[in-house]
């Protein structure tokens, strides 16, 4: 709370200081990669059966001018703070309806679809199916290969308004996964109100699937869960083989992972998409 924050603060402790400048630095830095266009996407796999790839999604690094690339984990956090999440998420929505575009072009990458992550203030703005739909519609995108991640976490206020924009993208053709499942607090009533595509199975259950029991009966629980809601059901976080067919065996069919491929920049993501599988 506000209260334990001001007297947890202590500005006579130099190391809580110098974290305070820290961070301040660090939201000074995010609003100039704004404003200078420091952002990159990299796009992982996303992956069937032996290694079929049917999409990708699109992850955001930051090519911060003296630090290097910059992993999302620190940034995102600070973003959705500062709401500069809104801008930022605005350019990665423009820049995957770019590309999606592009590859409908292109023989063996047109079929491909490319997932988005969403954060729950983007979603909460008024406007947020305007800008979804004008984008596809400046960039040439088709909606149908546009998939947008959310996670439980919008689902804690306001959820008939978050349910109604949705229905209005999903009638447009844009399709839904529910990001990390399993991990948020949702009611699970929500599941069968919103036109979702798919459930992503959370990493954090994959990691030890095959040692840990628990983790082993959730994820087979979640594609159960999936199954019986007609949803289609994608694994993160695979990578190893064991892993994969422990999934397969469990009825899940869709991966992303390092077994897989890590997410990569553009071109090499289209050189992974187009290789021949071994037959
Ligand atoms: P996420 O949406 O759950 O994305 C999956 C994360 O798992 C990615 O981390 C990915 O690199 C990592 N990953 C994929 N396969 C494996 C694997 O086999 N093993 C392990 N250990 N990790 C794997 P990344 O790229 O660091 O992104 C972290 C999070 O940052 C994302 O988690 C997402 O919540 C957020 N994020 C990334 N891009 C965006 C964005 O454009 N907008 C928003 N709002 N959030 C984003
Ligand atoms: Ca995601
Ligand atoms: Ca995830
Ligand atoms: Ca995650």
């Known amino acids: 709370s506000k209260e334990t924050?001001?007297?947890?603060?202590?500005f006579f402790d130099p190391a809580m200081q110098a974290s305070i400048v820290a961070r301040v630095n660090m939201e000074t830095d995010l609003r100039r990669a704004i404003e200078e266009n420091q952002f990159r996407l990299h796009y992982q796999a996303q992956v069937v059966g032996a290694g079929r790839v049917t999409g990708a999604e699109a992850l955001v690094r930051?090519?911060?001018p003296q630090r290097g690339l910059v992993s999302p984990a620190e940034f995102i956090p600070l973003a959705?703070?500062?709401?500069?999440?809104l801008p930022l998420g605005l350019w990665v929505l423009e820049t995957a309806c770019t590309q999606l575009a592009v590859w409908a072009?292109?023989?063996?990458?047109?079929?491909?679809?490319l997932a988005v992550n969403v954060s729950a203030h983007q979603f909460r703005q008024a406007d947020f199916v305007d800008q979804v739909l004008?984008?596809?519609?400046?960039?040439g995108a088709n909606p149908h290969?546009?998939?947008?991640?959310?996670?439980?976490?919008?689902l804690v206020e306001n959820v008939q308004d978050i349910i109604e924009k949705?229905?209005?993208?999903?009638?447009?053709?844009v399709g839904f996964s529910l990001d990390d499942f399993g991990t948020g607090y949702s009611s699970l009533s929500y599941l069968k109100r919103m036109p979702l595509d798919h459930l992503k199975i959370d990493q954090s259950f994959v990691r030890d699937v095959l040692s840990d029991p628990n983790d082993a009966a959730i994820a087979r629980t979640i594609v159960a869960l999936a199954q019986n809601l007609g949803l289609g059901v994608i694994a993160e976080g695979v990578e190893t083989e064991a892993q994969r067919d422990f999934l397969a065996s469990s009825g899940c069919h869709a991966?992303?992972?390092?077994?897989?491929?890590?997410?990569?920049?553009?071109?090499?993501?289209?050189?992974?998409?187009?290789?021949?599988?071994?037959?």
């Open 5 to 10: 924050g001001r007297n947890a603060i202590h």
């Open 62 to 64: 930051w090519q911060h």
């Open 80 to 85: 959705e703070e500062t709401r500069l999440i």
């Open 105 to 113: 072009g292109q023989p063996r990458m047109a079929d491909l679809t």
């Open 134 to 139: 004008s984008t596809l519609k400046n960039t």
């Open 145 to 154: 290969r546009l998939k947008l991640e959310l996670t439980e976490s919008l």
């Open 166 to 173: 949705m229905f209005a993208l999903k009638a447009k053709g």
């Open 255 to 279: 991966y992303q992972g390092y077994f897989f491929s890590r997410p990569l920049p553009i071109d090499d993501f289209e050189e992974f998409a187009q290789r021949l599988l071994p037959s």
